[in-house]
């Protein structure tokens, strides 16, 4: 089983920074993995898939890079409805596993 | 508009049956492979099972905790998934959600419905 390890667990920040997320597989994915966003309450909204492509509606602040091993989801400023937490996945082989989350709070 | 509506969650006692049901619309749901997700309260998010498209094979897989006891299938005419849960445990409580792939080449993400609760207690 491939395991996702994320990193920072929690993220402080304040409106109008950037915030860089780190999501680590412990073999390569290839760029077989997404990054959702999830609000308490709510399904989770997927953001990024291939790494890097942005999913329909999802605005440009947000940005995904890697492959392999490696990945990074940025937030290039900080908006007041971008405060939740953040998975990302592995799709590349069975069975799909997901990163612990990374919460992104306000600093 | 794609929608997937979840229903058929609820309280069931330890060792019962249940069966999920995900409604689908705005587009042909025979041809896109669909899964089953759950995340338990305050936890976080685990892939449960998959079913590929008759056109992909027709397949499924499962997570090794619902193995041998959960069953994904799918009705084409009516555009609906199913999860049949059986011999429920406690730690099969969560809220289950249908995913329809993103695409017809790739899961990438995937579209998501607003999920259902499962409460496994006596």
């Known amino acids: 089983e491939i395991v996702m390890t994320q990193s920072p667990a929690t993220l402080s920040v304040s409106p109008g920074e950037r915030a860089t997320l780190s999501c680590r597989a412990t073999?390569?994915?290839?760029?077989?993995l997404a990054w959702y966003q999830q609000k308490p309450g709510q399904a989770p909204r997927p953001l990024i898939f291939g790494a890097s492509t942005r999913a329909t509606g999802i605005p440009a602040r947000f940005s995904g890079s890697g492959s392999g091993a490696e990945f990074t989801l940025t937030i290039s400023s900080l908006q007041s409805e971008d405060f939740a937490v953040y998975y990302c996945?592995?799709?590349?082989?069975?069975?799909?596993?997901f990163g612990q989350g990374t919460k992104v709070e306000i600093k | 508009e794609v929608q997937l509506v979840e229903s058929g969650g609820g309280l069931v006692q330890p060792g019962r049956s249940l069966r999920l049901s995900c409604r689908t619309s705005g587009f042909t749901f025979s041809d896109y492979c669909m899964s089953w997700f759950r995340q338990a309260p305050g936890k976080g998010l685990e892939w449960v099972s998959f079913?590929?498209?008759?056109?992909?094979?027709?397949?499924?897989?499962?997570a090794a905790s619902v193995t041998g006891r959960f069953t994904i299938s799918r009705d084409d005419s009516k555009s609906i998934a199913y999860l049949q849960m059986n011999s429920l445990k406690t730690e099969d409580t969560a809220v289950y959600y249908c995913v329809r792939s993103q695409s017809l080449i790739t899961f990438g993400g995937g579209l998501w419905g607003q999920g259902t609760l499962v409460t496994v207690s006596s």
């Open positions: 073999q390569s994915v290839s760029n077989n």
């Open positions: 079913s590929r498209s008759k056109r992909d094979g027709g397949t499924v897989e499962y």
């Open positions: 996945q592995q799709y590349h082989d069975w069975p799909w596993t």
